[in-house]
């Protein structure tokens, strides 16, 4: 036997919403599909150019062909870390990072982020990245991958990023298939009551996958890895060597240069890279977070997802720093240390928009409500769900 029910909006939410209802939503969509170069040509104010497009689409399904602002420049690191700090709001958190340890975590502001991705980045052109070369990120969910992100897409280096979760195999593959040149990873990741050996899986791969030249190791959690001399070598020490500064103009990007390649699983088959280009993607990203999420200036962000799917490269990354959003990064597990913890970090950071999988809500369903309800949450305003029908 199945039930369907609908829970409407309160009509005070209703009301203040950016979409404020679905016949709203039915003429926005309709607008889209009649006219698709007015309706994006109208979105694109949402970003910032170097250059204008000379068309909006470019379209022919027989040739292969789909361009969107050809003859435009930009670059995305601009758009989602620069120009608000040029809009005075430097001192606006960007990043709050929760660490998997209750204990710890961070906040990072937008000019903060600007100082750290142009040190990161100017480290990459020490290694000899340009324009056009992979980097791959194999991380757990620490700042220092949003800024390894950000770094690539502020030099047009185009990073691709490998689940933390991922084996040696996985790992080679794709570094082989998109001829990573850098490989960024941490010592180790933890999630709950797990330590996962990142470098060490991350040695087995490159032992593959000969075309990584360099390898950058964050000191997550400070224990005894193996680093091959002349290779390896840690973040830390490289930012702080001379020559490393935070002074790194952003590269002038086409519209339809590419931004990053992402994975499918592999689930069907041999896994295939998706690439990402740099201007519809962005504006696409922008706009559906502030609609979907009803997103405002005074709002706290989160997005469960890690950021080695394409969820988290869009809602948690670029679509929020694209729009000045302060985002939440969460490094560890809904049930650690206890199922009350998602709760536990929306108090603790005072979130208003959760976005979040069905499949984790179930999982944290079945320890009881006592661990909601032990929690205030008087600050949610909106809640999301992706992946799968939720229940």
């Known amino acids: 036997m199945s039930e369907d029910k609908k829970y409407s909006p309160s009509t005070t939410f209703s009301a203040a919403a950016h979409i404020k209802s679905m016949d709203a939503y039915g003429e926005i969509y309709q607008n ?8 994006w040509e109208n979105q694109a104010g949402r970003l910032d150019w170097f250059k204008r497009w000379d068309k909006v689409l470019e379209w022919d399904f ?9 003859g435009a420049e930009l670059n995305v690191c601009f758009n989602c870390v620069d120009r608000h700090v040029l809009n005075g709001d430097g001192a606006r958190t960007a990043i709050i990072w929760e660490g998997d340890d209750p204990a710890q975590d961070k906040k990072i502001t937008y000019k903060e982020l600007l100082d750290d991705v142009c040190t990161f980045a100017n480290l990459l052109k020490k290694k000899g990245v340009k324009k056009g070369d992979r980097v791959c990120l194999y991380m757990p969910m620490v700042p220092e991958l949003a800024v ?10 185009v990073h691709s990023i490998v689940f933390g979760g991922f084996s040696a195999e996985a790992l080679a593959d794709r570094l082989l298939d998109s001829t990573c040149k850098v490989l960024i990873t941490a ?5 709950g009551d797990k330590v996962i050996p990142l470098k060490a899986i991350a040695n087995q791969a490159m032992e593959k996958a000969t075309c990584v030249e360099d390898c950058l190791v964050v ?5 005894d890895v193996m680093m091959q001399e002349g290779r390896d070598s840690w973040l830390h020490d490289e930012l702080a060597a001379d020559g490393v ?4 103009p952003p590269e002038k990007m086409s519209a339809e240069d590419p931004l990053f390649i992402l994975y499918t699983s592999g689930s069907t088959g041999k896994p295939k890279g998706v690439l990402h280009t740099t201007a519809g993607y962005l504006l696409y990203a922008s706009l559906t977070h502030e609609m ?11 997005c469960t997802a890690d950021i080695g799917w394409v969820t988290g490269h869009s809602y948690i ?8 959003a302060t985002t939440l990064m969460f490094e560890g597990v809904p049930s650690y240390p206890d199922a009350s913890r998602f709760w536990q970090v929306v108090d603790k950071h005072q979130v208003s928009l959760f976005y979040t999988a069905p499949t984790a809500i179930r999982a944290i369903a079945q320890a009881g409500d006592q661990f909601v309800k032990k929690t205030s949450r008087s600050s949610l305003r909106l809640l999301g769900t992706v992946g799968e029908p939720i229940n």
């Open 219 to 223: 000191r997550r959690t400070g224990n």
């Open 62 to 70: 027989h040739a292969a062909k789909l361009a969107w602002f050809e």
């Open 148 to 157: 390894a992100m950000l770094a690539c897409a502020r030099i047009g280096a």
């Open 317 to 324: 990354v670029y679509g929020p720093l694209a729009n000045g």
């Open 245 to 248: 500064h935070s002074d790194c």
């Open 292 to 302: 979907i999420f009803d997103y405002r200036p005074e709002d706290v962000y989160w």
């Open 32 to 39: 889209s599909v009649d006219d698709p170069e007015g309706f």
């Open 187 to 191: 010592d180790e990741g933890v999630r």
